[in-house]
């Protein structure tokens, strides 16, 4: 409730709820206590990125400067996995500006890949391993994201994210959409002999296309 009386009183004495974790950060911000905001818990980051929409302005400007400003790891990660699960605009960039970034090697990778930070990418994750083990446990709905991002680079050496270092040993378990990728990719950039070897491999209709 947006009670006008209530505000006032929470502004001028500087409440701040204990619990639950929404009300906590919404008063804290409300109140100004932008040190409690940056001190979050990895569950209270969303909250915060739910605070920069809010139709106040004050709220929405705290909370936008606290996630630029998380005092915990855990909760920078968190604001990295909302750029990687929800492709969220705001996220990512205070992620770039701050210079937040996953600490297990897998989603480091897997988080610059997704931002499309190639140079960083590749200096860490030279030989795709990191992205192809993601990418071999993830839901569909991020790997669908990958081969998104794996099309719009259109590079081969890339393409060892959905096959793995074999195309061969990968075929046989290809899902029409990847198979599709790899034809089109290794088309556009000439790799014939790959392509021969993968066209062997693939199951009938796509190895004819």
Same mark, same amino acid.
């Given at each position: ?36 905001? &940056? ?17 106040? &302005? ?26 990687? &699960? ?17 600490? %297990?090697?897998? %989603? ?16 860490? /994750?030279? /030989? ?5 083990? +993601? ?31 074999? /195309? ?16 089109? +990719? ?24």
């Amino acid at each position: 409730k947006r009670d006008t009386l209530l505000e006032r009183a929470i502004v001028q004495s500087r409440y701040v709820a204990s619990q639950p974790v929404r009300l906590r950060l919404y008063t804290a911000l409300k109140a100004g206590r932008s040190d409690l905001a &940056e001190k979050v818990r990895p569950e209270g980051v969303a909250v915060l990125l739910e605070a920069c929409a809010d139709a106040d &302005e004050e709220i929405q400007t705290r909370a936008q400067t606290a996630l630029r400003a998380l005092r915990s790891t855990e909760a920078q990660e968190a604001l990295c996995r909302a750029v990687i &699960e929800q492709d969220h605009p705001l996220a990512k960039q205070i992620c770039f500006d701050g210079g937040y970034l996953p600490a %297990q090697p897998e %989603q480091r990778a897997l988080f610059l890949f997704i931002t499309e930070q190639w140079d960083p990418y590749e200096s860490l /994750d030279f /030989d795709q391993r990191l992205l192809n083990a +993601v990418y071999e446990t993830s839901s569909p709905e991020l790997r669908q994201r990958i081969l998104r991002r794996v099309q719009q680079a259109g590079r081969t050496s890339f393409l060892n994210i959905v096959t793995g270092t074999d /195309d061969r040993t990968r075929a046989a378990r290809m899902s029409s959409i990847e198979a599709q990728l790899l034809v089109r +990719v290794l088309s556009n950039n000439a790799e014939w002999e790959r392509l021969w070897g993968l066209a062997q491999a693939l199951a009938v209709p796509l190895s004819v296309e």
